[in-house]
């Protein structure tokens, strides 16, 4: 199994980037894998900011985030999207793309550091 984020770099207070996730190596179809996108900030717990169903019927974001970022998925390229607009300082922080499947089946990626400076 292999997940690896890219899109991450620095940004300035207001910009924009696209984190994108591309998954492998699994041992169940794309679509049943309920995906998501973590963040880590420097001396701060890993928290979740994005989630979305297999199919995309469902998502949900951190409050900070809505309205902001928006997370998608392509299955036909086992792919997760964030697209992450009107960014600030306090996004600052390594990403983390995470694929879930019951308990049993959980997987991360090695993240993608978004900074945002001026």
């Known amino acids: 199994v292999q997940i690896v984020e890219s899109g991450g770099g620095l940004v300035q207070p207001g910009g924009s980037l696209r984190l994108s996730c591309a998954a492998s190596?699994?041992?169940?179809?794309?679509?049943?894998?309920?995906m998501s996108w973590y963040r880590q900030a420097p001396g701060k717990e890993r928290e979740l900011v994005a989630s979305?169903?297999?199919?995309?019927?469902?998502?949900d974001y951190l409050d900070s985030v809505k309205g902001r970022f928006t997370i998608s998925r392509d299955n036909a390229k086992n792919a997760v999207f964030l697209q992450m607009n009107s960014l600030k300082p306090e996004d600052t922080a390594v990403y983390y793309c995470?694929?879930?499947?019951?308990?049993?089946?959980?997987?991360w990626g090695q993240g993608t550091q978004v900074t945002v400076s001026s």
């Open positions: 995470n694929a879930k499947r019951t308990l049993t089946y959980v997987y």
């Open positions: 979305i169903t297999g199919f995309g019927g469902r998502t």
């Open positions: 190596g699994f041992a169940f179809t794309f679509s049943s894998y309920f």
